[in-house]
């Protein structure tokens, strides 16, 4: 008789386990988003390129004295682009806690995710300096409040990163994304301290470049000036720069004959594509030729080498 009893008392167990199951995943998921852990959005990740667009940054209307507090804004902006975060428009100046100035370290949420900030400091000769920034940059996607307090006139701007050797950043008093040593006082030689983003940030992956279109054209003299053609590279509607955006490498390209081109990305990009060309008759290979093997070979000098794509991927 007690038999049915005991079953719903089980299964009224199995409903609350089952719903506190479902309690618990969720608070879970709460906290992993409030600690930053885990993104709340599934927003596309913005690539670096995109987080330098003039709609990015907030800048100062004029000497505002809070050049910290928008360079943190612009920071924590380029952050969430980062993270794919689909509310980051919702970061402004008022977003950052202030009491004066910037503090050493805080908090901030969006709709969808947070962002914790910390702070250090810099010293030693410039080169040492330098040193400590690039590898700090190296952690920091979304660049570093880097402030200037060692001069008459502290200043702040947002660190973007260095490129052969020269620092980029947005100043937001002057509104402009330039070289470090044209923004307003701050300098490598008296950066005294940084903001970073310590919850962390995605770096963003880099672009296979497998579905790019390569042509190959040259009006060189020979087919030996294949490896010194000239390669275009296009992917979507961006054309790619050789030296920055990849590299090339040639087979066969001193024959006449087909030749291929192989086109390795790097820096944002990564992969490879390939491309087959035609490497034509000229007159410069027609005369080494007959050269070597008769004195007295003529050779039609009106001809030119020509070097078509035949194949683009």
Known sequence: ??????????????????????????????????????????ARAATMQETLADDVFQNEPGSTG????????????????LNGDADWTSITTSSIPSSGGLPWSFSIATPSASYVVGHGSISGTDEEKTAQLMGILEESPAGIVLYAGDCSSPHAVLLLGCK??????????????SALDECVTVRVSNASSYWYVSSGVLSPDPVSIAG???????????????????VSVTLGSASLVEGTDF???????????????????????????????????????????????????????????????????
């Not at 052969?164 to 994304?177: C, E, K, N, V």
């Open 212 to 230: 790019a279109t390569v042509s190959v054209s040259s009006s060189g003299t020979g087919p030996k000036d294949a490896a010194g053609a000239a």
């Open 164 to 177: 052969d050797g020269t620092f980029y950043a947005h100043d937001s008093l002057t509104g402009a994304t």
């Open 247 to 313: 590299t090339v490498s040639y087979e066969s390209s001193v024959n006449v004959g087909m030749a291929t081109v192989t086109v390795t990305g790097m820096g944002r990009y990564a992969g490879t594509v390939t491309s087959s060309f035609q490497v034509e008759p000229s007159s410069g290979l027609i005369r080494e030729a007959c050269s070597a093997a008769a004195e007295n070979c003529s050779v039609d000098k009106t001809s030119s080498a020509m070097l078509t794509s035949a194949v683009t991927l």
């Open 66 to 81: 809070r050049c910290t507090i928008y360079a943190a804004t612009n920071m924590l902006r380029r952050a969430a682009l």
């Open 1 to 42: 008789m007690n038999t049915p009893r005991v079953g719903m008392r089980m299964h009224a167990w199995g409903r609350r386990a089952k719903k506190f199951s479902e309690l618990a995943l969720a608070l879970l998921i709460l906290c992993a988003i409030a600690y930053g852990v885990m993104p709340a959005t599934t």
